[in-house]
């Protein structure tokens, strides 16, 4: 077969409750919507981990993060360790990255042969969590509860122009492989950084929520002494009692929330327009790295294993898929081997070691995915935290908090901890003995810890004298673009033009 085209629409923070099959219909989003048309869609995906750097490598390598060790938002992705874009690139493919992928570490290609904007996240080892000290909150780079209190209309911002400079630069690198300078199959990854907080949102879009019914929670603040104990670290970790977080709030961090899901949709038709207008084939994969708990139970942004935070959503439109709503539970550490099985591209050398399973099985009905597991081991954690999604079922397990148990069919906001109700005592006992053939949550607490250990004294000697950063620097040939004295003219204009004229 003919390798396709593949350009995969990564967002950042999207809630995948707003995806019940496809956008929500009250969503002011016509282009998701008619890419929703064409995909299936994957009504019930989860992120391996709901932290943007571990559930990024984990999307990339098709490994949870106590394999990729990508614990937390400062830790170093092994360049050893193969992606979708390593796989797509050696079976011949032009791998190219514009926008976020939150890469930790010297290596800030992860086997993309270009990339195109830098980040926008340091990758260095400064936002390291240390459990050695449970409770500390490091100011500068936890998040904490101003990201509502401050929420409102904003024609631009750090994430407005960051966003912008990376529709910019793939829309461009998109008519350049529209003219065929490369006849390989290409893989663009196009990465954004919206809907993620702060919730700042241009007027354009913030107008279109004015009337919404959806501005505050289905599923209100819980007093902090009801919280279960990992939400209250949460809360702990975003200094909620510096705050006074009134009704108004919530409704302008929602609206300019739903006001960004907007703003990427605008984005996301202008590359559907430009495949159209270029006549080119592509596979699209839409997908969140997580999601966002938007005020549910009181909780704001991720790290929790809740339906706002780890649920994402998915959609994959490609030839010879039949558009669909998928409601088994899948991951997005099923990215890659997916992404390899479309492209029909062997991975038969690690697919011994790797936890993620093609999709295409599933979609034709010819396989059953299993349960879904995500881990979880940053800020907010002071021991990891483990989970599975299994059919109706929800099961979260951490060596520091009594287990949980929800029954998702019949309690979608999981506001009742079934784990000691003994009519699911059958469904308890499943879920706890596949968790412990899963994992050993003592090494992975030892493992973790050694990991922190080792980043802060490296980051500490690191920033100790002359410093030389590892964010990725693009850059450009200037001499090799536009017109310049080594070129001929009419070769240049009759190149550059699509399409090509007589």
Same mark, same amino acid.
């Given at each position: 077969m003919t390798p396709p085209n *593949?350009?995969?629409?990564?967002?950042?923070?999207?809630?995948?409750?707003?995806?019940?099959?496809? +956008?929500?219909?009250w969503l002011h989003t016509p282009n998701l919507k008619?890419?929703?048309?064409?995909?299936?869609?994957?009504?019930?995906?989860y992120t391996a981990s709901p932290l943007c750097a571990p559930g990024r490598a984990s999307f990339m390598s098709g490994e949870l993060p106590s394999?990729?060790?990508?614990?937390?938002?400062?830790?170093?992705?092994?360049?050893?360790l193969p992606t979708y874009a390593h796989h797509l690139r050696r079976a011949g493919y032009h791998t190219c990255l514009s926008g976020k992928m939150h890469f930790?570490?010297?290596?800030?290609?992860?086997?993309?042969?270009?990339?195109?904007t830098t980040d926008i996240y340091p990758a260095d080892f400064?936002?390291?969590?240390?459990?050695?000290?449970?409770?500390?909150? %490091? #100011?500068?780079?936890?998040?904490?509860?101003?990201?509502?209190?401050?929420?409102?209309?904003?024609? *631009?911002?750090?994430?407005?122009?960051?966003?912008?400079?990376?529709?910019?630069?793939? %829309?461009?690198?998109?008519?350049?492989?529209?003219?065929?300078r490369d006849p390989r199959p290409w893989c663009l990854t196009v990465s954004f950084? @919206? +809907?993620?907080? /702060?919730?700042?949102?241009?007027?354009?879009?913030?107008?279109?929520?004015?009337?919404?019914?959806?501005?505050? /929670?289905?599923?209100?603040?819980? /007093?902090?002494? #009801?919280?279960?104990? @990992?939400?209250?670290? &949460?809360?702990?970790?975003? #200094?909620?009692?510096?705050?006074? &977080?009134?009704?108004?709030? %919530?409704?302008?961090?929602?609206?300019?929330?739903?006001?960004?899901?907007?703003?990427?949709?605008?984005?996301?038709?202008?590359?559907?327009? &430009?495949?159209?207008?270029?006549?080119?084939?592509?596979? &699209?994969?839409?997908?969140?790295?997580?999601?966002?708990?938007?005020?549910?139970?009181?909780?704001?942004?991720?790290?929790?294993?809740y339906e706002g935070s780890s649920r994402v959503p998915m959609m994959l439109a490609a030839p010879g898929l039949e558009p669909q709503r998928i409601d088994q539970p899948v991951s997005t550490i099923d990215v890659c081997p997916s992404l390899c099985d479309l492209a029909g591209v062997s991975m038969d050398e690690v697919a011994p070691w790797t936890a993620g399973k093609s999709l295409l099985p599933v979609v034709d009905g010819s396989a059953q995915r299993g349960a879904v597991p995500m881990e979880y081991a940053a800020e907010a954690s002071y021991a990891p935290l483990v989970g599975l999604r299994d059919g109706r079922y929800k099961y979260v397990r951490c060596a520091l908090d009594p287990e949980q148990l929800f029954d998702l069919e019949a309690d979608p906001h999981e506001r009742v901890n079934l784990a000691c109700d003994p009519a699911h005592a059958e469904a308890l006992s499943g879920l706890r003995a596949d968790a412990d053939a899963r994992w050993d949550l003592d090494r992975f607490d030892a493992d973790v810890r050694k990991s922190q250990a080792r980043r802060w004294v490296v980051y500490e000697a690191l920033r100790n004298g002359a410093y030389f950063p590892w964010d990725y620097q693009p850059l450009q040939q200037a001499s090799d673009r536009f017109m310049r004295n080594h070129m001929d003219l009419n070769e240049v204009e009759d190149r550059q033009r699509y399409p090509r004229g007589e």
């Open positions: *593949i350009l995969i629409l990564m967002v950042d923070q999207l809630n995948g409750t707003l995806f019940p099959d496809g +956008p929500a219909d008619r890419l929703a048309e064409r995909s299936v869609r994957f009504a019930n995906c394999v990729t060790g990508v614990y937390d938002n400062a830790a170093e992705f092994p360049s050893d930790v570490g010297p290596d800030q290609m992860h086997g993309f042969e270009e990339r195109l400064g936002w390291t969590p240390d459990y050695r000290k449970p409770g500390e909150r %490091i #100011d500068w780079w936890y998040h904490n509860m101003g990201s509502v209190t401050g929420a409102g209309v904003a024609e *631009i911002s750090n994430q407005m122009e960051y966003d912008d400079e990376v529709a910019h630069c793939a %829309i461009r690198k998109l008519y350049d492989l529209a003219r065929r950084t @919206h +809907p993620h907080d /702060p919730y700042l949102a241009r007027r354009k879009f913030w107008d279109l929520y004015e009337d919404c019914d959806h501005l505050l /929670p289905e599923f209100g603040a819980i /007093p902090y002494e #009801d919280q279960d104990p @990992h939400s209250q670290r &949460i809360f702990d970790a975003n #200094d909620w009692r510096s705050f006074d &977080i009134t009704e108004a709030h %919530i409704r302008d961090a929602r609206r300019a929330y739903l006001a960004n899901v907007s703003y990427l949709d605008e984005k996301v038709g202008q590359f559907l327009d &430009i495949l159209e207008a270029t006549h080119q084939e592509a596979a &699209i994969l839409f997908v969140s790295d997580h999601g966002d708990m938007l005020g549910e139970r009181g909780l704001w942004f991720k790290m929790t294993f």
